[in-house]
């Protein structure tokens, strides 16, 4: 159940969260203003800076002064999973009531990666989807041909990214085959194929295995670019030339890290991103590493772009990391466990992020606590918001939640699986998300279910007979 922030401590994990003191701190949260917890002490950003200089740790400082443009908006433009725009708010409004089963195909395979709904020429909605069973699978969402398939290619590598879309219609997706791989949808034909990296074995068993496998992305950037994660970040033209790779040059011996986030692009063409060697990077648009912070923790999800041009990710150590332009440490917060999502938004400041605490977090732009909603088991599913500011998230208790931008809940939708996808809108708010257990389904307004569905007060009412 959600429940507000005064009202927090009674009793739950988040109670930590509203205690606050100036000395013995033992949380970022009990400090005021920009200030952090270190050593049970609150310190400024700089004092953390210098005392982690002083001990070979902490954040690396920028290496060449930022320039400045005539219209800062320029460099905080969004473009994030996939093109321009950013984790949230969707164009679409998602069912205000809970809504029913409007078809489920089984397709063979985990579905972790977000299903992408694209409009075609004629109207008609299609959602396109990645499998684990290396099936790329486009499924009409609404009208005539409703719940039928109309784009299925065998890709040959494990899906875990969400594809995009180009104005061309284009789609381009990466593989576990260490490939980024472009479909034309006119004709469901493979355009081509880039092999990325140089790993010997690309199905093989641990982190050798997955380093090169095109997990993060692709993002396509202001100058239209794509940009992937793999063994560190590619930028590729949409003929699939490779334009530029960081890490560029390497030793033998060296291994680059495994970038299972997606990139971020700013309006001036930098890169942010965060990666499995503990560090989240900034890249200038030719590929030069401009700074890096070290978190000394895997960075798996991928950021947010603050309204001061602040990069907001979250990491395995639990805590979420806003960081400026030059990249020193703006703000943290804490949570209980490890966060794997993605940080959504609602466009006006507000930041949700998930973790494996079983919550999901409402933060304000400053990274101050405004209300918690807590499920049942880990969450990795991304949140997303729709047009009415309205947040919806799946969890691996095999549920999906719609709040209200208070956090109240809406509705709650059972599933007889993990979701750990996140969910897609389509123009006529049909809801559509990917399970664990390898359907597709997707869901309107009306009918009768046995979920729960939210009473008057926010609480979950009992399940209908």
Partial sequence: MAVGVAAMCVGT?????LKGSEAGCSK?????????????????????????????????????????AADPSEHFARFARGGPG????????????????????????????????????????????????????????????SGTIVLDVDLGGRIWSTPWVDDERVLYVGTDGDELVAVRLST???????????????????????????DGGPTQGPGGDLYIGADGVYRIRRDGAVVWRWPAELDEAERPPHVASTPVVTGDGRVLFGGQDGFVRALDPDGTERWRYKVIADVDGSGWIGEDGEFVVGADDGRVYAIRRDGSLKWSFVAQKDIRSSVGGD????????????????????????????????????????????????????AIYMLAPDGALIWELELPADVDSSVALSPAGTLVVGCDDGHLRAYRPGGATPEREASSDGEAATPSP
């Fill in 13 to 17: 994990p988040a109670c930590s969260l």
């Fill in 28 to 68: 970022d949260t009990d400090c005021k203003g920009d200030r952090i917890c270190e050593a049970h002490r609150c310190v400024t950003a700089h004092e953390k800076s210098e005392a982690a200089a002083a001990e070979g740790g902490g954040e690396i400082s920028a290496s060449k002064a930022l320039p400045e």
């Fill in 86 to 145: 950013h984790a949230g708010p969707l164009k679409f409004e998602a069912p205000s009531k809970r809504p029913s089963v409007a078809w489920d195909l089984d397709l063979g395979g985990v579905i972790y990666a977000s299903p992408r709904v694209v409009v075609g020429e004629g109207g008609e909605a299609v959602a396109y989807v990645g499998t684990h069973a290396g099936r790329l699978v486009g499924v009409a969402v609404d009208g005539p041909r």
């Fill in 188 to 214: 469901g034909e493979v355009a081509w194929r880039t092999k990325i990296g140089s790993c010997a074995q690309t199905t093989a068993p641990g982190p050798e295995g997955a380093r090169c496998d095109v």
């Fill in 347 to 398: 466009g006006e400041g507000r930041l949700y992020v998930t973790a494996h605490d079983g919550f999901l977090y409402a933060l304000s732009a400053a990274g101050a606590v405004e209300w918690v909603f807590q499920t049942d088991a880990p969450i990795q599913s991304t949140p997303v918001v729709d047009a009415l500011g309205r947040v919806i998230v799946g969890g691996q208790d095999n």
